[in-house]
Nanobody
Framework: QLQLVESGGGLVQPGGSLRLSCVAS????????IAWFRQPPGKEREPISC????????DFTDSLKGRFTISRDNAKSTVYLQLNALKPEDTNIYYC??????????????????WGQGTQVTVSS
């Protein structure tokens, strides 16, 4: 069982930046494609970006392109989500998810086999 742990969330002012990290216990992330999602209160989980094991990136949400950037460091078995130019509407819980099909990125949450508990990002002045 893969356990994912997100970190790096917090309170930031509008226009600020955060870098979220996703690591795994028990097994390195290097065998999985990894995606980031967020879930606004009362709404469906929204896919942000995904990166395959060989580094191919898929950005799912056009409105976030240019502000949010996914990357992975296989040597550190860590996947990052860089959040720049943050807006109050970016306030959400951010989740990473792992897919055992390591070369496949899906926007559908049900395609992912493992999920973290999430990290809260709050954008407020």
């Amino acid at each position: 069982q893969l356990q994912l742990v997100e970190s790096g969330g917090g309170l930031v002012q509008p226009g600020g930046s955060l870098r979220l990290s996703c690591v795994a216990s028990e097994s390195p992330l290097n065998y999985y494609s990894i995606a980031w999602f967020r879930q606004p209160p009362g709404k469906e989980r929204e896919p942000i970006s995904c990166v395959t094991v060989d580094g191919r990136i898929t950005d799912f949400t056009d409105s976030l392109k240019g502000r949010f950037t996914i990357s992975r460091d296989n040597a550190k078995s860590t996947v990052y989500l860089q959040l720049n130019a943050l807006k109050p509407e970016d306030t959400n819980i951010y989740y990473c998810a792992a897919n055992r099909i390591s070369t496949y990125c899906s926007r559908a949450g049900f395609d992912y086999d493992y999920w973290g508990q999430g990290t809260q990002v709050t954008v407020s002045s």
